[in-house]
């Protein structure tokens, strides 16, 4: 293999790694958009769930049963 095949070699190499490159941080990037738009959503039934949990919990205070 001659000097100029090696250095078209390497050019090629080089040129599907960036390519390989840019598809990985675009993925990545929509992986984020995907992992906020989950937390956004998970926060909201959070607050959705306790909100009920407090309507629906008893308003009777806790006291000793009259055994104690």
Do not use: C, Y
């Not at 100029?4 to 990985?24: M, N």
């Amino acid at each position: 293999m001659t000097g100029e095949e090696r250095l078209t070699e390497l050019e090629i190499r080089i040129a599907e790694q960036e390519k390989t490159i840019e598809d990985l941080s675009s993925v990545l990037a929509e992986q984020w958009k995907t992992i906020d738009q989950l937390g956004k959503k998970l926060n909201a039934l959070t607050s959705r769930f306790l909100l009920l949990e407090e309507q629906t919990a008893p308003d009777t205070p806790v006291t000793k049963p009259p055994h104690w």
